[in-house]
T-cell receptor, first 115, second 114 residues
Framework: DTGVSQDPRHKITKRGQNVTFRCDPI?????LYWYRQTLGQGPEFLTY????????KSRLLSDRFSAERPKGSFSTLEIQRTEQGDSAMYLC?????????????FGPGTRLTVL | DQQVKQNSPSLSVQEGRISILNCDYT??????FLWYKKYPAEGPTFLIS?????DKNEDGRFTVFLNKSAKHLSLHIVPSQPGDSAVYFC?????????????FGTGTRLKVLA
């Protein structure tokens, strides 16, 4: 099965450290999305790529966050100088868009805990 | 500003009966709606979707209804099974406005009792 994969599944870090997450989308999917989910909430959009171009970023994505998709395949999300408020589940999704009905398929997520 | 709302945090249903999960939205630009199911420690799993040009879409035990005038959608699960116990999220997007991000509700926890 070649669903969306994310690595690592869990990350515990100390405040002030940098962390990087990786997402591998379903092959041939041209769009890749990052969301963040906290307890009791639905996923919140962070950013998305079409191929290697980052087309939209949420205001939630502060300057400490950066995302890349250098070759239009896998993507990385880096958080610099982590804060306790960054603790959340980070979800990646991908889609193959032929029309406006863009169905996103999610990976298992990376659970970040900042101590 | 909660553009997508799921006002029932939880729902319990007997096995074999119908489960009805509701979702309201405020943005009239939304044109594509989806339901996802989520188990603990897993990512959301796509269940069913509906475009704003339709008012009903069915897939096996799952049916989604869209009432555009009321800005309301619902998910019907018939018959409900214990394996359906999970958190259900509705999501919406406004793709014809040029944005493909999803806006999610806060979820409804469904418990199907055997």
């Amino acid at each position: 099965d070649t669903g969306v994969s994310q690595d690592p599944r869990h990350k515990i870090t100390k405040r002030g450290q940098n962390v990087t997450f990786r997402c591998d989308p379903i092959s041939e999917h041209n769009r890749l999305y990052w969301y963040r989910q906290t307890l009791g909430q639905g996923p919140e959009f962070l950013t998305y790529f079409q191929n290697e171009a980052q087309l939209e970023k949420s205001r939630l994505l502060s300057d400490r966050f950066s995302a890349e998709r250098p070759k239009g395949s896998f993507s990385t999300l880096e958080i610099q100088r982590t804060e306790q408020g960054d603790s959340a589940m980070y979800l990646c999704a991908s889609s193959f868009t032929l029309s406006t009905t863009d169905t996103q398929y999610f990976g298992p997520g990376t659970r970040l805990t900042v101590l | 500003d909660q553009q997508v709302k799921q006002n029932s945090p939880s729902l319990s249903v007997q096995e074999g009966r119908i489960s009805i999960l509701n979702c309201d939205y405020t943005n009239s630009m939304f044109d594509y709606f989806l339901w996802y199911k989520k188990y603990p420690a897993e990512g959301p799993t796509f269940l069913i979707s509906i475009s704003s040009i339709k008012d009903k879409n069915e897939d096996g035990r799952f049916t989604v209804f869209l009432n555009k005038s009321a800005k309301h959608l619902s998910l019907h699960i018939v018959p409900s099974q214990p394996g359906d116990s999970a958190v259900y999220f509705c999501a919406a997007s406004a793709a014809t406005s040029g944005t493909y991000k999803y806006i999610f509700g806060t979820g409804t926890r469904l418990k199907v009792l055997a």
